[in-house]
């Protein structure tokens, strides 16, 4: 049971331009949801996270939109840079579980 | 420094052998995790331990066995390896629940 659901699978941007890439998730126990981003060869880096509390959260060019009646959260990636092509993973846990549910992946390419 | 540390960063190995993949971190943190990656990206939580003490096993089989001699080290040992363990493996840390997860730079596992 797939219990974070990410789209698209790949998404091509060209430079400037927003990207967007949706998360639904089923699990109403869910608290935390952090966005990471993945460079080859490397692991995930926390690139920002949001909690309930709050329905958007902005760092820099980066902002996660959150809807909680509709269980689905959204990162944007605003002025989009060919430095930001990357796989990007939504993940959530709740507290106690001790563990982060990984959406699939999102292959970004910034077109320069 | 390098926060989560992960020895090898590439494992080849035949079926049947046995291997072991090392992880420190230096940050403190009393929760330590491995995450299998799979040749689809996909980011699945193998075990979770909290001060030493197994706190998920997600239904990993037997022959995947995690040690932790004190909490700033989790090793994982894999039995007989198969064909299917190839995977890129990730140990991450966390100072508490539902906060930033650091990940190390992965270990790339083929079995040949």
């Known amino acids: 049971q797939q219990q974070v659901k990410q789209s698209p699978q790949s998404l091509i941007v060209q430079k400037g331009g927003i990207s967007i890439i949706n998360c639904a998730y089923e699990n109403t126990a869910f608290d935390y949801f952090p966005w990471y981003q993945q460079f080859p060869g490397k692991g995930p880096a926390l690139l920002i996270a949001?909690?309930?509390?709050?329905s958007e959260k902005k760092e820099g060019r980066f902002t996660i939109s959150f809807n909680k009646s509709a269980k689905q959260f959204s990162l944007h990636i605003m002025d989009s840079q060919p430095g930001d092509s990357a796989t990007y993973f939504c993940?959530?846990?709740?507290?106690?579980?001790?563990?982060?549910?990984f959406g699939q992946g999102t292959r970004l390419t910034i077109n320069p | 420094d390098t926060a989560v540390s992960q020895t090898p960063k590439y494992l080849v190995t035949q079926m049947g052998n046995d291997k072991s993949i090392k992880c420190e971190q230096n940050?403190?943190?009393?929760?330590m995790y491995w995450y299998k990656q799979d040749s689809k990206k996909f980011l699945k939580i193998m075990f979770s331990?909290?001060?030493?003490?197994?706190?998920i096993n997600e239904t990993v089989p037997n022959r995947f066995s995690p040690k932790s001699p004190d909490k700033a080290h989790l090793n994982l040992h894999i039995n007989s390896l198969e064909l299917g363990d190839s995977a890129v493996y990730f140990c991450?840390?966390?100072?508490?629940?539902?906060?930033?997860?650091?990940f190390g730079q992965g270990t790339r596992l083929t079995v040949v």
């Open positions: 940050l403190g943190h009393d929760t």
């Open positions: 331990y909290n001060n030493k003490e197994l706190i």
């Open positions: 949001i909690r309930p509390d709050v």
């Open positions: 993940a959530a846990s709740s507290q106690g579980a001790q563990k982060l549910v």
């Open positions: 991450a840390s966390t100072a508490r629940t539902n906060t930033e997860a650091f």
